[in-house]
């Protein structure tokens, strides 16, 4: 019995594939409009939103033109989310006449957020109820991601994952004089 279901397996296998290693010429090759379009160099500029806030009056990021802007993804349940928020709140409260740092939730309901942002101490404005077209726009695909925006409006750099104070802080010093100069 063992032995008809094995051999039943091998013929399967063996008709669901080819016998040999594909070449790289056998691949299927894209067409024109599956490629990824070419890197350029303009500037990327933030798109624009306006979200409501957790404590009840909104924000329109392009209020911030004229300083730098970080823009956090974020949710309750997210560990990695948890680890960086203490950096985003030094980095909010030691750069306030420089730096605005937004932090957008991902969905959850005030009742969820207020009790976790009260126990780690956040200061900085909580974003709340993205539209899918400002999630899209972002290509926010994970948690924790964050966006360093620079005063003209252009995305300068993106962040996978949490933030570290020390890397992050000396990383935001150097666009920021790149900027300046």
């Known amino acids: 019995m063992r032995t008809g279901l094995l051999v039943t397996v ?21 067409s024109p409009h599956q490629m990824a379009p070419a890197p350029t160099d303009e500037p990327f500029y933030a798109p624009d939103f306006t979200l ?17 802007a970080l823009v956090n ?24 006449d420089w730096l605005v740092v937004y932090g957008v939730n ?8 207020r009790p976790f942002l009260i ?11 993205p539209p899918d077209s400002v999630v899209l726009e972002y290509n926010v695909i994970g ?11 252009i995305i300068v750099w993106r962040q996978f994952g949490p933030l570290d104070l020390d ?3 000396t990383l935001l010093a150097s666009l920021r004089s790149g900027q300046t100069q």
């Open 167 to 169: 890397g992050f802080g």
């Open 143 to 153: 948690l924790p991601q964050t966006v360093a925006i620079d005063p003209e409006g």
């Open 10 to 30: 091998l013929l399967v296998l063996a008709a669901c594939g080819r016998g040999d290693v594909l070449q790289r010429g056998d691949l299927p090759q894209p």
């Open 106 to 113: 991902m969905r959850e309901t005030p009742n969820q957020m």
């Open 119 to 129: 126990e780690r101490g956040v200061m900085y404005p909580i974003l709340i109820d």
């Open 73 to 96: 993804f974020w949710a309750t349940w997210c560990a990695p989310c948890l680890a960086e928020m203490p950096a985003l709140n030094t980095l909010a409260a030691e750069n306030s």
């Open 52 to 68: 409501d806030t957790l404590d009840g009056g909104t924000v329109t990021l392009s209020d911030a033109r004229g300083r730098w």
